[in-house]
């Protein structure tokens, strides 16, 4: 939580001098409006838990900030601007917002994700992979027909990455002539992975087949063992995931005990 991007930061009082203390948690004081320590302190706290060092040079960069902001907020005041509808409903979300963003907070520092955790995740993350990746290249069509009719074409001796070019809808392969690159078959759609596996060094199959996306002509390059990055370089993610899913179990608990009520929707 980045909280300094909240003050606005005015550069015309960059060189502002700084004011003794006026009472115990005051540091400055603006049309006589106190500046609170506690403020300072808490910024600081957020920066080092961010990596940088506190010195007395950034205690005086963010009292000179706040008094910028204070001086923003009380102009604001004077305007009105308090008193307007959307910054009324701003004011609320922002509340609602960094509540939750604390809770949450809060929330991961009760429950980590261990270093077990993660090397456990590892090694479910390579059971997955297998021990086999493939590339292959395939041309994306919307009907069965036309999937047909490329396939027969292909049969027939016409070039399978000229074709993807002109034919596929698959942008991301597409101009690579329905190239997929190296994957693994935990990364595709199930009815693609099955047939992906089916196939030999230059087969491609015998009739189409059907994802969500489509229908799919496939023809295989070639296979190798399967090439998993070490545990430090996917620890991160692993990490990040697994926050993800403690959290999204956390709130689907919420959820279930909660009594919601949504008029015109039904379900749960």
């Not at 601007?81 to 009760?110: C, G, H, S, W």
Request: aromatic share 6%; no cysteine.
């Amino acid at each position: 939580m980045k909280i300094t991007q909240i003050f606005v930061a005015i550069a015309t009082l960059s060189a502002l001098s700084i004011a003794p203390a006026y009472a115990a948690d005051t540091v400055a004081t603006v049309n006589g409006k106190p500046i609170k320590q506690t403020w300072v302190d808490y910024i600081m706290k957020d920066a080092q838990a961010r990596g940088q060092k506190p010195n007395d040079g950034m205690k005086n960069a963010i009292i000179n900030e706040l008094v910028g902001s204070e001086l923003a907020y009380q102009e604001a005041q004077k305007q009105g601007i308090d008193k307007l509808p959307d910054y009324k409903i701003n004011e609320e979300l922002t509340q609602r917002k960094l509540l939750v963003n604390i809770f949450l907070a809060d929330f991961m520092k009760k429950n980590p994700v261990t270093e077990a955790d993660t090397k456990a995740a590892y090694e479910q993350y390579k059971k997955e992979l297998g021990d086999k990746e493939y590339n292959a290249r395939h041309i994306l069509v919307k009907t069965e027909t036309e999937a047909n009719e490329i396939l027969a074409q292909v049969k027939k001796g016409s070039d399978f990455a000229k074709l993807a070019k002109e034919k596929s809808l698959d942008p991301g392969s597409k101009e690579k002539g329905g190239d997929l690159g190296w994957f693994s078959p935990a990364g595709m759609v199930k009815p693609f992975s099955e047939a992906v596996t089916t196939l030999k060094k230059g087969e491609v199959t015998s009739a189409p087949v059907q994802t969500q996306f489509g229908w799919h002509v496939i023809k295989m390059i070639d296979t190798r063992a399967t090439q998993v990055p070490t545990y430090d370089k996917v620890k991160d993610g692993l990490e990040r995931t697994l926050q993800q899913r403690k959290l999204e179990k956390m709130m689907l608990g919420l959820k279930e005990k909660a009594k919601i009520d949504v008029p015109g929707v039904t379900g749960k």
